[in-house]
C-alpha cells in the first residue's frame, strides 16, 4: 500500500517568492495533518483537516501561511510570501477517525498518525 | 499544559548493549502516548501505540511500557541499523492534536 505521498521533496526558493507544498494521504483516511520540524523547535502542528475540513489551524505561524483540502486525496500548503525562517521540512500526516467526537474510553488504532517523507524547503 | 520531555537527547552504544529510552510526560488525561522512529531525511516511522499504565508492546529488539507518569522503550541487543532518531507523543483525551518529545538520537556502533 502506498504511504503518504509529498512533493517536493526539496524546494529552494528565494525571499518573496509563493511555495506551494502538496501531499496526497493515505486512501481511506478521513484526518490530515500538516506538520513543521526544526532543530530548535522539533515538530510542531500547523494545521489539522477531518473531513476536507480545517477544524484547528492554529498552529499556523502568519497570514503567509494557507492551508487547502479539496477533496480527500490531495492537500497543499501554501505560502506567500516565503521568508528565510521558513526553512524548514514540512511533514504532511494522515490518519484513520471515525469522527470528531473522542470520547473518554479511547478508539484503539484510529488516531495512529502514519507520516510522509517530507518537503525540505530553503528559503534563501 | 501538555508536555513531553525525553531523555537522554543522545546516546551511544556498542552493538549488543543493552539500554532504555525515557519519555516523561504531563497530560490531562491520556488517550495515547505514541513512539515513532525518525531516519535523516525521512518522516517518523510509526512504532507502538500505548494506551494505560502497565500496557507493553514488542516489536523485534524493542520493547515499549507505559507508567502514569512516563514510558520506556527498551532496545535489547541493537544493532547498527538500530541507529535513529526515536521520538515520543502524546495524545490527550480532549484533542486530537499530537504533542511531541524532541527525541533520542541513538547510534549503535559495530
Known amino acids: 500500500d502506498a504511504g503518504v505521498i509529498q512533493s517536493p521533496r526539496h524546494e529552494v526558493t528565494e525571499m518573496g517568492q509563493e511555495v506551494t507544498l502538496r501531499c496526497k494521504p493515505i486512501?481511506?483516511?478521513?484526518?490530515l495533518f500538516w506538520y513543521r520540524q526544526t532543530m530548535m523547535r522539533g515538530l510542531e502542528l500547523l494545521i489539522y483537516?477531518?473531513?476536507?475540513?480545517?477544524?484547528?489551524d492554529s498552529g499556523m505561524p502568519e497570514d503567509r501561511f494557507s492551508a487547502k483540502m479539496p477533496n480527500a486525496s490531495f492537500s497543499t500548503l501554501k505560502i506567500q510570501p516565503s521568508e528565510p525562517r521558513d526553512s524548514a521540512v514540512y511533514f504532511c500526516?494522515?490518519?484513520?477517525?471515525?469522527?470528531?467526537?473522542?470520547?473518554?474510553?479511547?478508539?484503539?488504532?484510529?488516531?495512529?498518525?502514519?507520516f510522509g517523507p517530507g518537503t525540505r524547503l530553503t528559503v534563501l | 499544559e501538555d508536555q513531553v520531555t525525553q531523555s537522554p537527547e543522545a546516546l551511544r552504544l556498542q552493538e549488543g548493549e543493552s539500554s532504555s529510552l525515557n519519555c516523561s510526560y504531563t497530560?490531562?488525561?491520556?488517550?495515547?502516548l505514541f513512539w515513532y522512529r525518525q531516519d535523516p531525511g525521512k518522516g517518523p516511522e510509526f512504532l507502538f501505540t500505548?494506551?494505560?499504565a502497565g500496557e507493553e508492546k514488542e516489536k523485534e529488539r524493542l520493547k515499549a511500557t507505559l507508567t502514569k507518569k512516563e514510558s520506556f522503550l527498551h532496545i535489547t541487543a541493537p544493532k547498527p541499523e538500530d541507529s535513529a532518531t526515536y521520538l515520543c507523543?502524546?495524545?490527550?483525551?480532549?484533542?486530537?492534536?499530537?504533542?511531541f518529545g524532541s527525541g533520542t538520537r541513538l547510534l549503535v556502533r559495530p
Open positions: 500526516a494522515s490518519s484513520s477517525r471515525a469522527g470528531l467526537s473522542l470520547g473518554t474510553s479511547g478508539r484503539k488504532g484510529t488516531d495512529t498518525q502514519y
Open positions: 486512501s481511506g483516511h478521513n484526518s
Open positions: 483537516f477531518n473531513n476536507n475540513v480545517p477544524i484547528d
Open positions: 497530560v490531562s488525561g491520556l488517550r495515547g
Open positions: 500505548l494506551y494505560s
Open positions: 507523543a502524546v495524545q490527550a483525551r480532549s484533542s486530537y492534536k499530537l504533542i
